[in-house]
């Protein structure tokens, strides 16, 4: 029971990952590699105010949001003036930026030794130490993203978000400011992500630079891929799939010498055979 809760929270924290993600690339139509970058930006805030201020788990990972928010608007206004392939090496550079930052700056990140200790979240008395507990408030963050996401794709300002995704020239000759609507929706992903770094570093209660990689943000994406663009029930699917796949391939029978490269085989060949067959994904909506 134990290490289902400890999936289900894993769950949690990639679902929101993935939610934030779909409305960058599924319905705005932006291919970004970088959510790794957010998602340890909101991390290390929190373990570096809580471990060396003392500061409690919310006020962090406000304070998370706010950092991410603003370096997304930055960022995202730099990569704004690219297009196609360029945008997307773009964001694979701010993610590698992001990464080096932490693993070079050892009197703030502790650089590869990563920060141990980490507290859970206390809240009005509320103590969120045990897993359950844990389960339960993000549960009730990852319920408010999704309704709060939901809100914005069938809003006006979310049939933007679309018109942009199919043609940008064209909602241009409207009248439509689109820089605005990509920075917007641009920072509110990252906002949301570094939450998700918030519910990482206090569940797994250590972070190194090792966990915000690339190769992360590229899972992340996979989540959306998976799961179907322009769909955030398939982000959820998508999430729920690529973290319960591992255990379940667990009892497959792969010896230990190869089950981590195996497990990554599965990944590759499960992505290879939707874009053969299933281009937008599980429940997706749209093709990128």
Known sequence: MAYLIHLAIL????AILGISLNLVVGYTGLLSVTHAAFFGIGAYIVAILGMQFGLNFFVGLLLGVVVAGIISFLIGFVLSRLGGDYYVLGTVGFNYIV???????????????GIPGISRPKLFGLDFTSNLA?????????GAIYVFSQSIVTSSFGRVLKAIREDERAINVFGYNTLYYKLTI??????????AGS??????????PATFMVMESV??????????????KGSLLGALFLI????????VGFTEDIAAQMRQAVYGLLLV???????QGLLGEYKL
């Open 219 to 232: 899972f992340i994406l996979a989540i959306v891929i998976l799961g179907g663009f322009a769909n955030l």
């Open 99 to 113: 990464w080096s930052v932490l693993l070079n700056w050892q009197e703030v990140t502790r650089g590869p030794l």
């Open 199 to 208: 519910l990482f570093a206090s569940y797994i209660t250590f972070i190194s």
């Open 273 to 279: 055979v939707l874009m053969l067959y299933r281009p």
């Open 186 to 195: 641009f920072m509110i992903a990252a906002a949301m992500a570094a939450i």
């Open 134 to 142: 844990f389960l339960f408030l993000a549960v009730i963050i990852l």
């Open 244 to 251: 319960f796949l591992p255990e379940a391939l667990r009892f």
């Open 11 to 14: 769950f949690v924290i990639y």
